[in-house]
């Protein structure tokens, strides 16, 4: 008799290129370039040689601003996502490549033009991180201005999507191609496609929204969603609200799957690790970024206080505009009233506040704690499997690949090699469903 040892779940493994946020560590001397090839390219062959599901890239089309200057961490700029892909694809396998790319401020022709052209020069690894950035201040930078209101973003979204398969499925691979014509709220058009099928049907779709709406999108429409929720607790609140969605649109569990953000810091011992952590929060959170930490949730320009001085003793500003292309903190009041307190408590500096009240690293300790927790996050379904956000660029991958991974592999969790050659396969995703007539 064989023993059968019940099939442990899966994870799902993928590497965000760390640039433009504030996890990124500039200040550490083993920091590279952000817009260098290479620096694409190490991190990609490591996520790789991971044997990771796929590399992603995040979209910023504007560069934030502080007081009326570009923001310190966006400095190095924020190169095309599509355009760096197609260049990775030239030096990867199997690797899937996710680019974020706004449903607000494009086309779908052009869009599905784009995605089909990676997937077809990748042998089927493409993915669409569909984002709805609707803000004026991005808007500015586009023909329409700030034209979307909020409550359109995901009805855009989800036609903009919808209209892609469309044009996907209108020239079958090998077959003939179609005329096609879409009518919605948002779209008519109507033409011929410029590239036959994707290798994968249609690219992978991503979602990364929080709100009802954008949980409603993901489930009706979404192959993975990127969330922020990496807490056990909160992870499986996420999970379980998402996967109970799926039902509605005729889906199954599993042709969704959630991977939070997550970051990661290794050490030999715990203490080593938490030691550790504790630095890198620090060069996270330098003297000049607790001030902005601080401006805001204050709206206002504290440039004159001293960051390792008490918190401002005025109220926020409710009506500030200080800093631009920044999701507004919704209750500023709440978040300063929490932040005094803990100050007080504890008798905190602003940059040792902000410390305490924003900095956190998801999963820290040995390799083998790690390994440990992350199987126990998929197992107990707080997450699919995790995007992992480097702290730094871009050799941050290389430890997490090098001594967590095997241990993964040595867990039964994790695969040891591709099985497939499209993103899609490395998913466990099925097939989309063909909705071009007969091809
Ligand atoms: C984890 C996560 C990552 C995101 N990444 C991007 C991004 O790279 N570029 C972007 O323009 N918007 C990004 N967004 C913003 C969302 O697309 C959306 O505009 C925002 O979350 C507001 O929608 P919501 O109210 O549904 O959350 C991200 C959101 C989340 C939750």
Same mark, same amino acid.
């Given at each position: 008799m064989t023993e059968s040892r019940p099939a442990r779940k899966q994870i799902h493994l993928a590497a965000h290129f760390p640039g /433009?946020?504030?996890?990124? /560590?500039?200040?550490?001397?083993?920091s590279g370039s952000q817009i260098d090839f290479s620096s694409f390219e190490h991190l990609a062959r490591t996520a790789e040689r991971g044997l990771f599901d796929f590399f992603f890239l995040a979209e910023g089309l504007r560069l934030r601003e502080y007081g009326g200057r570009i923001h310190d961490l966006d400095v190095v700029g924020r190169p095309e996502s599509i355009t760096v892909l197609n260049a990775l694809a030239a030096v990867t396998d199997r690797l899937g490549l996710a680019a974020t790319v706004s449903a607000t401020f494009n086309e779908p022709y052009e869009l599905a033009r784009r995605l089909a052209s990676l997937d077809h020069l990748s042998g089927g690894r493409a993915a669409w991180n569909v984002v709805?950035?609707?803000?004026a201040f991005t808007g500015?930078? +586009?023909?329409? #201005? $700030? +034209?979307?209101d909020r409550a359109d973003r995901y009805t855009r979204a989800a036609e903009a999507v919808a209209t892609a398969r469309e044009l996907w499925d209108s020239w079958p691979a090998g077959g003939e191609r179609r005329r096609f014509a879409h009518a919605g709220p948002h779209f008519r058009i109507e033409g011929e496609v410029t /590239? =036959?099928?994707p290798p994968q049907g249609h690219p992978v779709v991503i979602q990364a929204g929080d709100s009802d709406e954008g949980r409603e999108f993901a489930a009706s429409a979404a192959d993975v969603v990127f969330s922020r929720h990496s807490t056990p607790e909160a992870g499986r609140a996420f999970h379980a609200d998402v996967k109970r969605r799926l039902a509605r649109y #005729?889906?199954?569990? =599993?042709d969704l799957k959630i991977m939070p953000g997550v970051t990661y810091v290794l050490g030999d011992t715990e203490a080593e690790a938490r030691e550790r952590a504790a630095l890198i929060s620090r060069q996270q959170i330098s003297p000049q970024n607790a001030l902005l930490a601080a401006e805001q949730v204050? $709206?206002?320009?504290?440039? #004159?206080?001293?960051?390792? $001085?008490?918190?401002?003793d005025v109220d926020p500003d409710? =009506?500030?505009?200080? /800093?631009?292309g920044r999701v507004r903190i919704a209750d500023p009041f709440a978040v300063a009233a929490r932040w005094r307190a803990l100050s007080e408590a504890k008798g905190l500096s602003i940059r040792e506040t902000v410390i305490e009240a924003t900095a956190r690293h998801s999963f820290v300790g040995t390799p083998e704690s790690v390994a440990a927790a992350l199987e126990e996050h998929v197992a107990t379904d707080a997450a699919d499997g995790f995007i992992l956000i480097p702290?730094?660029?871009?050799? $941050?991958l290389d430890d997490f690949v090098d001594r967590v991974v095997p241990l993964l592999q040595e867990r039964g969790v994790?695969?040891? =090699?591709?099985? #497939?050659?499209t993103l899609r396969s490395h998913l466990g995703l099925p097939a989309p469903v063909w909705k071009g007539g007969t091809p």
């Open positions: /433009v946020n504030s996890t990124t /560590v500039w200040s550490d001397p083993r709805t950035s609707s803000d500015a930078n +586009f023909r329409r #201005g $700030g +034209f979307l /590239v =036959e099928r #005729g889906r199954r569990p =599993e204050w $709206g206002r320009d504290l440039s #004159g206080y001293d960051p390792d $001085g008490p918190l401002p409710p =009506e500030s505009t200080l /800093v631009q702290h730094l660029t871009p050799g $941050g994790f695969r040891t =090699e591709y099985a #497939g050659t």
